[in-house]
């Protein structure tokens, strides 16, 4: 049967050699295979075959430019200061008490560097206008995510140089924004959902607004993407057609898909709407009419040629997907009566493994949500064009009225919102590419059926690791960047202590280790790197009792956290020296501090663990200090597991200490690349003198040590 997206045979070689991509030979070979099925006549093969050495160079291209902006960064390691030159396509975005500003590349002297960066600053830097250029100088470094910062100290190493042309679209875009600015003192939301959906500049949106639509599962809505490029698309052709110059239209159309990005950002929705919008356009001016389908697979195509990392940007593959449910599935399988009905549940079937797997969490009946917000959006879209034309606070103030129905639309969606765990990389891969090899042989129901097979497979396969369970008694050292997160588990209980900084890396941790409920959470202390994660703790999981010490417990993440515990009537216990828990086998005993200490009180106040397995006893320091340590080490005798504490700080792990517990195995959790130094030289040679291996989640990632009769077995994510 032939296909109608015989595109998808060179989307599926080309997506197959961005993946698996080996050399510049390889790719050569292919080549020369497709010129040698040329003279044979064989065409269409000849078209896979080289579509399979592009993807091979492209990636091979991708992976030597990397290496060499990698070893431009090595270069300058060492060096206190730099100097950054960057276009700049976006503002600053405050967050607290900090200023990020993120641009796409940037020139370091006579480099330029094809890689992200983010500006920090403490300080509030001053309004950008118009200008074309950042000029930066500060300390470039590489975040716990391996993303490049450049911190920036003081507003006299930051400028901004030129002036941006004003026959660029990005400039009437910018222009438009700064006619909004007067007004964002008085309607801060109302301003940023304005310049989010009329002009594509989401930065500026509220962490609670960005929260509120991701877990309704309608963000995407949010934002510029395809909504409002196909619109606008769709109002301009409707318009030419109705003075019936159906030629104009699709030479309007044309020119709009290339004028779009160079307005908003070439981000993958608006490309893939852009490029459609393109290609359909093209079609008929060259009187080639095709099929949507076809579009949809030259489309993906176009772009991972001129972008081949967005073959695992999750942006990419939602939006494609979303698309590709709506053609390939919901379509064959549609009825006349309940057609909006039959196209969310498709789509909602083919996208949930994708959310599942880059975002661990999914909102049951968000195509739903998605098809009752649209109108709302799309009314919202309308008045914000208008407000970009005509600022006023009387539109201001229609944005925030339907901006408050869509929260509350998005409030019923989410209490349908969980965090799940993720399909394997290599069964979400082999997923993918099955769904792509349907769409190129399979046709009508027959596809239709078959996609929703391959994605009901990757659902399977979430469900099944999110309720594995450990066989034996575990402790397992989260790798939540620079802070702490342990995990106490035997057959059917958990106990988690502390919440690392925030709750984007536990959450998921936590789902991918089929964690649902816990016997209780404890919290060593108030501190932000140990307690950040945990109000999310209590909302999306299902947790019995909240420990907390009542000394020192001070500052924004402890107000948060009980207020949390009182909204999901989580029962709060004061910790008191001596306390105990049972858990399956794990016996825990907590000791505290009798007084407050004078130096580092916060730290020295820290609740400490000693948990027994068994025979074997691990003892969970959290921050305390040497103060706290001398203390300690004259009421615990020999651990066969530390906890490091301090995050490996010189002013734990004293000799006193150490020489008390003598412990056999240690850990120490930290984050990559943190600014503290952590773990310190001098902590781990103590260590290393008394003959005790040390494993690091900076170094090793997620920790699991298995308690099993007498025997320890350590396993690390990542071995060196």
């Not at 773990?679 to 040590?705: K, M, Q, Y």
Request: proline fraction near 4%; glycine fraction near 6%.
């Amino acid at each position: 049967m032939q296909s109608d997206a015989p595109a998808a045979f060179p989307l599926i070689a080309l997506v197959t050699g961005l993946l698996f991509a080996s050399s510049w030979r390889d790719a050569a070979g292919f080549a020369l295979v497709a010129i040698l099925l040329l003279m044979l006549r064989r065409t269409r093969v000849a078209i896979v075959s080289f579509a399979l050495a592009t993807g091979i160079v492209c990636a091979v291209h991708a992976r030597s430019v990397a290496l060499a902006d990698a070893r431009v960064i090595a270069a300058i390691a060492n060096e206190r200061f730099v100097v950054v030159n960057a276009a700049i396509d976006r503002d600053w975005m405050r967050r607290g008490a900090v200023s990020t500003l993120r641009v796409a590349r940037f020139r370091l002297g006579e480099r330029v560097v094809e890689q992200p960066l983010m500006i920090i600053t403490r300080f509030v830097p001053r309004t950008i206008d118009l200008q074309d250029r950042v000029v930066a100088e500060g300390f470039l470094r590489a975040n716990e995510r391996d993303e490049l910062t450049l911190i920036v100290k003081s507003p006299r190493l930051l400028r901004y140089v030129g002036r941006a042309s004003l026959l660029a679209p990005s400039t009437w875009n910018r222009a438009l924004a700064n006619r909004l600015r007067p007004f964002a003192t008085a309607y801060p939301t109302e301003v940023a959902l304005v310049e989010a959906l009329a002009l594509g500049r989401g930065e500026r949106l509220e962490s609670d607004v960005r929260d509120g639509y991701k877990r309704a599962g309608t963000y995407h809505l949010l934002v510029f993407s395809g909504l409002q490029i196909a619109l606008a698309a769709g109002a301009l052709a409707a318009l030419l057609r109705w003075f019936h110059s159906p030629r104009a239209s699709d030479w309007s159309l044309l020119i709009f898909s290339i004028a779009a990005p160079l307005f908003i950002g070439g981000n993958a929705s608006v490309a893939r709407a852009s490029i459609g919008i393109g290609l359909y356009a093209t079609s008929r001016l060259l009187h080639r009419p095709t099929t949507l389908e076809n579009l949809w697979c030259v489309a993906a195509l176009l772009r991972l040629i001129i972008a081949p990392h967005d073959v695992t940007d999750a942006a990419f593959q939602l939006t494609y997907g979303g698309a590709g449910a709506l053609l390939f599935v919901a379509k064959p399988l549609s009825m006349r009566r309940a057609r909006w009905v039959v196209y969310a549940i498709c789509v909602e079937c083919v996208v949930t493994g994708m959310t599942l797997f880059h975002f661990h969490q999914v909102a049951l009946g968000g195509s739903i949500a998605t098809l009752i917000l649209t109108p709302v959006i799309s009314a919202m879209l309308f008045v914000s064009a208008l407000t970009c034309a005509f600022p006023c606070a009387a539109l201001l103030r229609c944005i925030g009225l339907l901006h408050a129905i869509s929260m509350r639309l998005n409030d019923g969606s989410a209490r349908f919102a969980g965090s799940f765990a993720a399909p394997s990389p290599v069964f979400f891969a082999l997923g993918l590419l099955g769904c792509l090899a349907t769409i190129a042989l399979l046709r009508g129901r027959t596809r239709a059926l078959a996609i929703l097979g391959f994605s009901s497979a990757i659902i399977c396969s979430a469900v099944a690791i999110g309720m594995h369970d450990v066989d034996r008694p575990t402790i397992t050292i989260l790798d939540v960047g620079q802070g702490d997160a342990i995990l106490l588990r035997t057959p059917g209980h958990a106990i988690l202590i502390d919440g690392g900084p925030s709750p984007s890396r536990l959450i998921p941790l936590l789902a991918d280790r089929g964690v649902h409920r816990l016997d209780a959470v404890i919290l060593t202390h108030a501190h932000p790197d140990h307690c950040g994660g945990l109000s999310a703790v209590l909302s999306r999981l299902d947790a019995r009792e909240l420990w907390i010490s009542p000394r020192r417990f001070t500052g924004d993440c402890a107000i948060d956290l009980l207020e949390t515990a009182a909204a999901e009537r989580v029962p709060v216990h004061l910790v008191r020296d001596g306390d105990r828990m049972a858990a399956g086998t794990l016996g825990i005993q907590a000791f505290t501090a009798d007084r407050t200490f004078r130096r580092a009180p916060e730290n020295n106040s820290s609740v400490v663990l000693r948990v027994k397995i068994g025979k074997r006893v691990a003892l969970l320091t959290g921050d305390i200090e040497r103060d706290a340590e001398s203390e300690l080490a004259g009421r615990v005798s020999c651990v066969d597991v530390l906890k490091v504490a301090h995050h490996g700080s010189r002013t734990s792990s004293t000799p006193l200490l150490l020489d008390a517990i003598a412990p056999r195995l240690a850990f120490i959790s930290c984050g990559r690349h943190n600014l503290f130094g952590h773990p310190h030289p001098e902590v781990l040679r103590a260590f290393r003198d008394r003959l005790v291996p040390v494993s690091r989640t900076d170094l090793n990632g997620t920790i699991d040590i298995e308690f099993e009769r007498d025997h320890l077995f350590v396993h690390r994510e990542v071995t060196y």
